[in-house]
């Protein structure tokens, strides 16, 4: 599974970004697909999920402000986020998980950088 972030950028506090996620490969093998952050001088952290029945799980953080959904056809998910805090500031990556007997596998994109500032 290959994954490709897009997406971010600068944007001032108040405002919205949506990040997109392309997969490839072995898409029929995904069972969900989320995206975390890390902040400089952060550890990574979970930001949301989503399975392929389209449930989904987001940080409190975020909860209310950031959305996460799934184009099945495009093979693509997204992340609307809005009303930015700098608090967000952070590069954001996709992730993939497949699930076979008892192995989950992690899959990451690049990373897309964004900045909440004025």
């Known amino acids: 599974v290959q994954l490709q972030a897009s997406g971010g950028g600068l944007v001032q506090p108040g405002g919205s970004l949506r990040l997109s996620c392309a997969a490839s490969?072995?898409?029929?093998?995904?069972?969900?697909m989320g995206w975390y952050r890390q902040a400089p001088g952060k550890q990574r952290e979970f930001v949301a999920v989503?399975?392929?029945?389209?449930?989904?799980n987001y940080a409190n953080s975020v909860k209310g402000r950031f959305t996460i959904s799934r184009d099945n056809a495009k093979n693509t998910m997204y992340l609307q986020m809005n009303n930015l805090k700098p608090e967000d500031t952070a590069v954001y990556y996709c992730?993939?998980?497949?699930?076979?007997?008892?192995?989950?596998?992690?899959?990451w994109g690049q990373g897309t950088l964004v900045t909440v500032s004025s």
């Open positions: 992730n993939a998980y497949t699930i076979a007997g008892t192995t989950h596998t992690d899959y």
């Open positions: 490969g072995s898409i029929g093998t995904i069972k969900g």
């Open positions: 989503i399975n392929n029945g389209g449930m989904t």
